[in-house]
Each structure stands twice: as C-alpha cells, then as structure tokens.
C-alpha cells in the first residue's frame, strides 16, 4: 500500500506543479476558459493557481514529512470537488468532471493513507 500512496503522491505532485505553473504563466487556453467560459476573473486564476504549485510543492515535501502531504492532499481534494461543481454549473455536465473527479479520488486516496499512517505513528 506503501508504494502505490507514493506513486499516485507523485503523479499529483507532478500534475500540480504543472497545472500551477499554467495558470500563473497565463497560459491562453487557461485564460480563456477561467474568463470566458467560467466567468471568474485572472486574478482568481492566479490564486488557483498559486495554491495548486504549492500543493503540488506539498505533496514532493511530503514524502518526508507526511503532515505536510495530508494538508497539500485535503487541499487538492477541496480544489477538485469545486471544479467538478464549476464544470456541472457552467452546464458542461458529468463527460467534462471525469478528470476532476479521478484526482478528487485520488488525492482522497493519499489523505486516507497518509492519516492511517500518522495514527499508526501516534498509537
């Protein structure tokens, strides 16, 4: 269980770095869609995304410290369940959730292994 909490910690950690350095590098399409097709504003996006590069950080320093990938995991998970509600009210439906849906399962996936390892560390 170990390794596959870490392989799927890193594929997050990976995909959040990435999708942070998007949004803070404005990115056209990631300009458009957050503008025009959700109706928020740049500034949002650059807070999204500064918080998906530092959750992406969290969860490469968790490694080590596995509070720090706890709260980056939670954290990932709350950005996902807002996406996924983004996505179902701009009326684009369930078929564009899939993806945010898969990360929500998988950083819930980390948050549930990470906190039965720190109440193994505590007992």
Same mark, same amino acid.
């Given at each position: ?80 369940? +807002? ?29 549930? +292994?990470? +906190? ?8």
């Amino acid at each position: 269980m170990t390794w596959m909490t870490r392989i799927i910690q890193f594929l997050l950690a990976a995909a959040y770095v990435m999708f942070g350095i998007l949004k803070l590098s404005t990115h056209e399409l990631q300009m458009e869609v957050f503008t025009s097709t959700y109706g928020y504003s740049v500034g949002f996006m650059y807070i999204i995304g500064a918080v998906e590069l530092v959750s992406g950080v969290g969860l490469i320093i968790g490694f080590w410290h596995p509070r720090i990938a706890l709260l980056s995991a939670g954290v990932i998970a709350m950005i996902m369940a +807002s996406a996924m509600l983004t996505h179902i009210r701009s009326y684009e439906g369930m078929r564009t959730s899939v993806l945010p849906l898969l990360f929500l399962l998988m950083a819930m996936f980390v948050v549930a +292994s990470n +906190s039965r390892r720190r109440e193994r560390e505590w007992h």
